[in-house]
Structures are given as structure tokens and as C-alpha cells.
DNA sequence: CCAATAGTTGACCAAAAGGTCAACTTACAA
DNA sequence: TTGTAAGTTGACCTTTTGGTCAACTATTGG
């Protein structure tokens, strides 16, 4: 992440002045985070990061350019993030293992961070109009990377032989579900949030779907 | 959907003049769902509507107090749809049957009119800040009804013993990706469209996956 | 044919928003 | 201590936008 937010910016050559520009800048960005994820891109305005940031608005401009600026460097620390969660991928050749680790650590950031898939899906659904090449290259080559490793488990014969990445797909549809659609799913909950034993629940009853439809 | 976009409206008393407000509503709402799926609630003004529907803006403020209750007459059209595709589970007690139409008319719904269901879920993301009681209502009473069905399966043993709920889910999920994020989709196809064939074998993954993963 | 209702539309307005700027203050290296 | 670079900020500008309105035309029932 780091130079990431800098880049068009009046950047200093070194870092000086304690931690002014980076706390700011991390202050920007979570104020940033929370509010395009509740309003969209167009919905929020820059007074109102500021405002969440407690900072003038003329100070945002000076560490971010634009809004998509700002907007563009979320997205990407987004994205890093869930390629943590798939390192998992890389560090065991078992699948019934990997997925289960993996389904839970993805549930589990759903639960707990909503708002960096919130954003990431209304800036899919629109069709990607801020994400730069950069942010879809690096998607990419994280989904390769997946990618292969389902056919090695296909090769191997451990797996059922559908196509790795409609398996992908279905997995990432729907750990994220319960990030993007948490509002749909509170309203067919009574109209309550679900508690620690109902996450818990649905952890168990997405990893058991899905192994058992993929697994041999 | 009849005398629901007339709501709040200037409503004539009875319907007169050979067809014009039923025809100019329709474009309306068509250029309304186009472009709210596109751009978001905020990112739409009024004058793109009115200019994709062929109409003055002044025009469109006659049909549409405002811009939200456009913007909620349409949510209401898409939910409606939904609820077609699930006539199924009203059809046939035999779950393979059943889940295998419903996954098949959800993808197909998915692949041909993405529109409605990138607006929905833009909508949901976002907190359900427009969506009325009415709609909250109608999707809840459809979601009991769907999960009645899967439970008398579950207590007849014909599928595993998962909560209908995240059964549901999972089904929601799944299909509603192959719509939602049809733009990540084609990033990681080469950034090429499905092809017909692509859609067909999305649709046969999605189908043996979930059946596999259900059926006892 | 005519009055009344429905529909049309250009002009207009107030509010909001993204972004700029120049003056100002703070921090630090030497 | 002091010069310079970094950071701060209120005021301002321009554009966009949702919505209004009054004048106008078209349609239709009687």
C-alpha cells in the first residue's frame, strides 16, 4: 500500500514532519472506505470524508488530487486484502483444508469488514469506471494463481471436474453475499442482525455445501 | 405493477387518451432501470433519463414526482420478476426438478437482464435507502414461502439438513453474480463476454455443484 | 364545436458539489 | 535561530442537478 496514495500527489522526497502525512492519509482512507461503501462513488462528497476525517475539505485535496484519486487507492487496498486471505491457496495441497480455511477466513472478513466488498461490488456492478489497469491486472493474476491450483486438485482427481473458475466463482459469490447482501439478509432475519451463533451456523452450512459439491 | 407509477401522481381519474401515459411511463421506467444499474441512484441525473426515454425533462417530473419514486417504481418491477422465476417451487415437490429449473431460469434471468439485478443490488448494498415498506414486505413474504417448500424436503430427508436459509442464499448468491459482476467476469475471461457455450456451462457447473451439494 | 382535462416544454432557481488558490502556520535540518 | 519545505484552511468559482412553473398545445366527452 505504501507510495500507493502519493502518486500524483506533491509527494515529499523523504518522509519528515513525524507521521503528519501518513496519519492523515490512513484517516482519509478509512473515512473514505466507510462512506463509499454506504453511498457509492457519486453519493458521497469530498466535505463529508473531510468532515468524517475531521479535516478542512481543502485539506483532502492536498493529499489526494481528485475523489477518484482517493477512490482508486480503496479500491486497491481492498483488493489486497482478500489476496491475504487466499494465501491459504499456497500453503497446503489439500483441498477439503485449503477450502475450509479459506471459506471461513473469507466468511469471517465479511462478517467483520462489509464495507471494502461493499465498494468493490458497486464499483463492479458499474463496470469498473474508476478501477485502473493496475487493479485489474492484479486481480487477474490472483485469480490464476487460484486457478491453477483448483486444476492441480482436477489433475489429481480430488475434485469433482467442473471448471475451476466457475468453482471460484460460486465461492466467492457467495462468502461475499453475506458482505454485499448483509441488508437483505438482516430484513429476511426479522429485521435483526445475526448473531455470533448464526454466522457461526452459516460458516458450517456454506463450507458443508460446498465441499460436499465439490469434493469427490 | 398497474397504478403503482401513478402513486403519488396527478392521476387521471380514468385512463383516457388512447395510451400515452401508460406508453411514455413504460420508456421512462425502461430508461430508468438502464440507467440506474449503470450509474447508481446518484450517479443518474434526470436528464439522461429523460433524454434516453426521447422526453423533455419537465416531462418526466410530470409522469414522476421525483426522482425516487421513478426510482422505487422500478425496484418494484425487478422484484417482481424475481418472483416469477420462483413460481417453480409452487409446481413440483421434487427437489432435483425444481432446484434444476429454478437455478437454470435464475442464471438465464442473470445472463439476458442483468440490468435489474445490478440495481437491486446496489440498493441493498447500500442500506435499502429508497426501498419502501411494500417492497421489504413482498420480499420477505416470498422468502417464506421458498423456504417452506425447502424445509418440507429437508423433513422428508430428500436433502441434506442445511438451514433453508443459507440454502437460499447460496442459490441467490450464486446466480446473482453471474449478473452483478458480469464485468469481473469478463476481466477474468480475457476480457472477452461469456460465450453462449460459456453461459451453458456456467449454468451446468452451477446446477451439479449446488444439486451435489444439497441432495442427500 | 367547445370547454375541460391531459400532456408538453423552455426557462428558471436554489442548493450542492468538486476543485482552486493564496495566505498562513508548523516543523525540521543545518 | 532561521530558511525552506510541508501542511492548513477559509473563501471562492464553476458546473451540475433536482425540481418548479407558467404558458402552451393536444385530446376527448358531451
Sequence with gaps: MTELFMSDNKKPGTTRKSGIREANTRQIIAAAEALFSEKGFNGTSTQEIADRAGLPKANVHYYFKTKQDLYSVVLQDI????????EIFQRSSDPEEVLRSYIRAKMEHSFTRPKGSKMWAMEVIQGGPVMGKEIRKALVSWDDTVLQRIQ????EGKIQAVSPQS???MIWATTQYYADYDYQIR????NKRLTVAQREEAIEDVSRMILHGVLQ
Tied chains: 1, 2.
Design 187 to 190: 430484513i429476511l432475519n426479522d
Design 79 to 86: 483488493l489486497q486484502g482478500w489476496q491475504k486471505d487466499a
Design 167 to 169: 468453482m471460484l466463482n
Design 152 to 155: 492441480t486438485w482436477i489433475d
